[in-house]
């Protein structure tokens, strides 16, 4: 499976982003769960937000909760991450990964970066 993912830039505190992540190759029909994780420079990759590729059970993490939004288009075959209410806590490489089968290791796809100015 291949990811591709889009819609980083550079915005202000409080502003908004959408990234999306497409998902191709023959192994899409076997996707899981999809996920966007995210790295500061100095700092451990965290996982931001988790779907199931059906689009039920999104998580998220505290520090997003109420900001963030997961959500899967099925025609496009996107996992979409909105984000509101950005922070400068909240720059940093955006990735997005999915699992094949609920016991398979992440695929990941390139990083989006997000930095927000304050």
């Known amino acids: 499976v291949q990811l591709q993912a889009s819609g980083g830039g550079l915005v202000q505190d409080g502003a908004s982003l959408r990234l999306s992540c497409v998902a191709s190759g023959r192994s899409v029909v076997g996707l899981y769960k999809a996920a966007w994780f995210r790295q500061a420079p100095g700092k451990e990759r965290e996982e931001v937000a988790s779907i199931a590729w059906n689009g039920r059970n999104a998580h998220y993490a505290d520090s997003v909760k109420g900001r963030f939004t997961i959500s899967r288009d099925y025609a496009k075959n996107t996992v979409d991450l909105q984000m509101n209410n950005l922070k400068s806590e909240d720059s940093a490489n955006y990735y997005c990964?999915?699992?094949?089968?609920?016991?398979?290791?992440?695929?990941w796809g390139q990083g989006t970066l997000v930095t927000v100015s304050s």
């Open positions: 990964a999915a699992t094949i089968g609920s016991h398979g290791a992440w695929r």
